[in-house]
């Protein structure tokens, strides 16, 4: 393990990934500025754990699914390193060098937070995602995560809420767009009606989200990398 300000955890929240889940590690296990990869099986009932024990990440196994913040907060809690990297399980066209992106600007000083976009041609939402900075890919120092109230990084919301504080303390944060990175839609992994309505939840709570923090307390501003 690098110094601890050096030294970078990868935390990946999984569930119902057995799919894809080990492709996503083998990148981030085989990357040189990689010091440990976490795994937070959140409640799965499928091999989505043992796929994830067949390789050198740590996994953290949980009975019940308790929601994509609360199993990020459960892999910060078991993470050395002061650069914290969260990957989505469910990526497809991920590489190492897109990997290196997200990590150089946050380990070397310059950016506090940094979020890589997704090809997101196919979802009516890719304008909204770019502009409030919706992603799952992102790189940013501890202090950021810690100096988020614990209610507001609980579930699918907590991308909003890192990107409010962020700018509320004034500090750096980039995004930059990534042809050729996308993801399972929810539809394809769990037949249409399911999906669907996962994806209105989310898109539910993260609507009370952004008035919550954006409309009442005020806008926050992202910088744009390109």
Known sequence: MRQQSQAVSVIIPAFEEESTIRSIITVA?????????????????????????TTS?????????QGKGSAMNAGVRQAKGDVLVFLDADLTGFTASMLTSLIQPV??????????????????IQSLSNKINIGGERALRRALWSAVPAEERRGFDVELSLNYYASTLGKKVGVLPVPGLDHIVKERKHGFVRGATERMGML????????KLYLFRGTATVITDA
């Open 29 to 53: 296990e085989r990357h040189p500025l990689v010091d440990e990869v976490i795994v937070v099986d959140d409640g799965s009932t499928d091999g989505t754990a043992d796929a994830a024990r």
């Open 107 to 124: 380990r070397s000083g310059r950016y506090d937070m940094f979020t890589l976009i997704r090809d997101r041609y196919m979802e009516p």
């Open 57 to 65: 990440a740590i996994v953290i196994e949980r009975k019940e699914n």
């Open 204 to 211: 539910t709570s993260m609507t009370k989200t952004y008035v």
